[in-house]
Nanobody, 124 residues
Framework: QLQLVESGGGLVQPGGSLRLSCAAS????????IGWFRQAPGKEREGVSC????????NYADSVKGRFTISRDNAKNTVYLQMNSLKPEDTAVYYC?????????????????WGQGTQVTVSS
């Protein structure tokens, strides 16, 4: 059974850090671009960061540049999102998704398979 499972979310104070993981089972991530997306209450889902299959190309939303870092470990079949200097406006459900296009572009319609999401709450 093909699965993408996000983990690492939780409650953190402003200025804190979290590392999200996206682990695949039933298939290998080696050949796919991976994206992290988020959806805050009452808002549309938006792209956060995306990475090509090799990891050589990455892309970030302006709102997270300099604070978030996407990376992948194909040997572990896992993609990570390191989130530092978190702000209350980063509060959302974070999803990972795979794209066969292998472009590190967070174009949602390019992403074919999605995980269930992990909640990130930034609050004091």
């Amino acid at each position: 059974q093909l699965q993408l499972v996000e983990s690492g979310g939780g409650l953190v104070q402003p200025g804190g850090s979290l590392r999200l993981s996206c682990a695949a089972s039933g298939f290998t991530l080696d050949y796919y671009a991976i994206g992290w997306f988020r959806q805050a209450p009452g808002k549309e889902r938006e792209g956060v960061s995306c990475i090509s299959s090799s990891g050589g190309s990455t892309n970030y939303a302006d709102s997270v540049k300099g604070r978030f870092t996407i990376s992948r470990d194909n040997a572990k079949n896992t993609v990570y999102l390191q989130m530092n200097s978190l702000k209350p406006e980063d509060t959302a459900v974070y999803y990972c998704a795979v794209s066969a296009s292998d472009q590190a572009m967070c174009v949602m319609t390019w992403y074919d398979y999605w995980g269930q999401g992990t909640q990130v709450t930034v609050s004091s």
